[in-house]
């Protein structure tokens, strides 16, 4: 996974992670995000813009699937 800074533009600086986040292998995290806590990130999904509490995202770009459902949940406590 790569969590990447950028430099210059309207997303300039790093991400912010939440606690109990799981970050899919190939994930990219892209300047500056907020990632929520309890967040679910898919593998090789691209984020690129902040991210709630609670959501499961993935894709490229990501878009969050599934939003403090029970799918969300299950899948957090799986990985813990």
């Not at 892209?30 to 806590?37: A, E, T, V």
């Not at 898919?42 to 969050?64: K, L, Q, Y």
Request: hydrophobic share 40%.
């Amino acid at each position: 996974m790569t969590v990447g800074l950028k430099i210059g533009g309207k997303n300039e600086g790093v991400a912010t992670i939440g606690d109990n986040c799981v970050l899919g292998p190939g994930c990219k995290i892209l300047g500056k995000c907020n990632i929520g806590d309890n967040v679910f990130i898919g593998a090789n999904a691209v984020v690129t813009h902040d991210i709630e509490s609670g959501c499961v995202v993935g894709g490229i770009p990501a878009r969050v699937l599934n939003h403090n459902g029970v799918k969300a949940t299950e899948l957090v406590r799986q990985h813990k």
